[in-house]
């Protein structure tokens, strides 16, 4: 039995194939890709999962600043603001902004986090399905299964993108992220392996041109917030596929679309801190000080 | 992006933040030349080259590249303090801007001199993901990315030297997946590097580095 998949095509034939969910088989291909047991690369993601639960709640108790000094105390008000309840956004989502402004902040100040697909990337799917977790009480196997499906989306992007933003701007990093959110959270919630990649296609189409132009070349601003963003988009790509909304452009086709706009944009807005936000009057005057 | 991507290549590493090729990928350059000069390091000169110059400290790339001397992995909290724990160990360090252009804009090269005096220097670029390339010890360009364990010999180039190397591994029951080898002129100063699916031993790199003619051996443990 052959796992491997290049293209969400090949993956959906897989899936239905031999009936499994896309986190089954991603683990399967990974396990015969690495020549470990299956066991054996559940704990590798499984750890990984604790990582990111660890930097999140790490991120929201903590209120120091980050490398640069730009950001390193918005999750904690995000997250006191979250548990007065009465924030707009239904609880889950509030909770996972948070979430996602704490793990992307402690990557800001040296914490430990896991890149997922980048660090730059890191406080996107961990937030969601953190957040999700607790929201449904989900059991813990069902969400790594879930980051297995998320990593074989990051795995086709990777494959026929990018997952830079030095090549792809920032659509290549948070777009990829919400991507794999999305389908992650599709799977979780019960939807099929197709809606499962009608959400990641919708998540990436809304990120399309996004640029990388982080102040002063550091990973805070805009990065962090953008990071928060790219949650919103998560949940609402994943929310419109489990409604049975399909995109219109097939998910392998955006993620080719993807690859060739970051080809066309500029190396200022490729993360070379040349343009955009980088050059804007408070960039300059943070990068001018001293 | 190279079509033997792991999931954890998209999922992980697991890694101090902020940036896995200025902070993951450096550390794991300095943990690399400190494996490749094989002893303690009580000395170490950076070099740096492109974007590398820039991410120095926003990126905690000094911490990360001083931090991999020390033995840290990339997901090493203690990163954080490299300096700190570098002069408590009486460990001398610098870093040196370069504006020479190199071939990847993540590019260091790494002086080391042991606690023994054994000097080496080590060059390599931090690739992207976390992921490294080793392109050069002393003189030899070559190419390392750490992710098989991987043995690297400095020897007098001579008859039958790789067979007696290969023997040892095969010996200790290692099994080589890639293996290749380099030198600046017939019977001159000779390099092997053996990829292996195996982890190598202790008695077996003491082995290697007890075959005639060999100068120096050392094991660079899988990065990954």
């Known amino acids: ?290 | 992006m190279s079509n033997n991507l792991s999931l954890f290549d998209i999922t992980g590493p697991i890694m101090i933040g902020p940036s896995s090729s200025h902070t993951a990928g450096a550390c794991r350059l300095g943990y690399a030349a400190r494996r490749i000069l094989g002893e303690d390091v009580s000395s170490v000169i950076f070099h740096l080259y492109g974007s590398f110059k820039e991410t120095l400290k926003g990126h905690g790339t000094d911490r990360a590249l001083l931090g991999g001397i020390l033995g840290f992995l990339p997901d090493d909290i203690r990163i954080r303090d490299s300096f700190q724990i570098a002069d408590e160990s009486g460990v001398m360090y610098a870093f040196i801007k370069e504006d020479e252009e190199e071939d990847h804009p993540n590019t260091v090269k790494i002086e080391l001199i042991g606690k023994t005096g054994e000097k080496k220097i080590v060059k390599g670029q931090s690739v992207g993901g976390g992921n490294i390339r080793i392109t050069q010890i002393d003189k030899t360009n070559l190419k390392i990315d750490g992710k098989y364990c991987t043995l690297v010999t400095r020897h007098w180039d001579r008859v039958g030297i790789v067979q007696e190397v290969t023997g040892i591994l095969n010996k200790c029951n290692v099994n080589i997946a890639q293996m290749s080898l380099y030198r600046e002129a017939v019977n001159d100063q000779a390099y092997m590097i053996i990829e292996a699916d195996d982890p190598i031993s202790k008695e077996c790199l003491e082995a290697v580095q007890n075959v005639a003619k060999m100068q120096y051996a050392a094991v660079i443990d899988k990065l990954y």
Not at chain 1, 80 to 86: H, I, N, Q, T
């Open chain 1, 1 to 290: 039995m052959n796992y491997r998949f290049k293209t969400g095509q090949d993956l959906l034939e897989l899936c239905y194939e031999h009936n499994l969910s896309i986190g089954e088989i991603a683990l399967m291909r990974e396990a015969q890709a690495s020549n470990m047991s299956k066991e054996e690369v559940y704990n590798l993601m499984l750890e990984s999962y604790k990582v990111m639960k660890e930097s999140a709640q790490k991120g929201i108790i903590t209120s120091e600043d980050s490398m640069g000094k730009l950001i390193g105390h918005n999750a904690k008000k995000m997250y006191d603001y979250y548990r007065m309840g009465e924030s707009i956004a239904s609880g889950m989502l509030s909770k996972a902004i948070a979430y996602s402004l704490a793990i992307t902040e402690e990557n800001s100040r040296m914490g430990k986090i896991v890149a997922c697909p980048t660090a730059g990337a890191c406080g996107v799917v961990p937030a969601v399905l953190n957040a999700l977790e607790e929201d449904r009480e989900i059991d813990e196997k069902k969400i790594v299964m879930a980051l297995f499906n998320a990593s074989a989306i990051g795995l086709i992007i990777a494959t026929y993108a990018s997952i830079s933003g030095a090549e792809g701007g920032c659509q290549a990093e948070v777009g990829s992220a919400s991507a794999m959110a999305a389908s992650a959270v599709v799977e979780l919630l019960g939807g099929s392996p197709r809606a499962s990649l009608e959400g990641a296609a919708i998540a990436l189409k809304n990120m399309l041109g996004l640029v990388c132009d982080p102040v002063a070349g550091l990973v805070e601003v805009p990065c962090s917030k953008r990071n928060a963003g790219g949650v919103g988009n998560a949940i609402t790509a994943a929310e419109m596929a489990l409604a049975g909304i399909e995109s219109f452009v097939p998910f392998d086709q955006v993620v080719v679309t993807m690859g060739r706009v970051g080809k066309m944009l500029p190396s200022s807005l490729r993360e070379t801190a040349q343009g955009g936000l980088a050059i804007t009057k408070a960039a300059k005057e943070y990068t001018q000080r001293d």
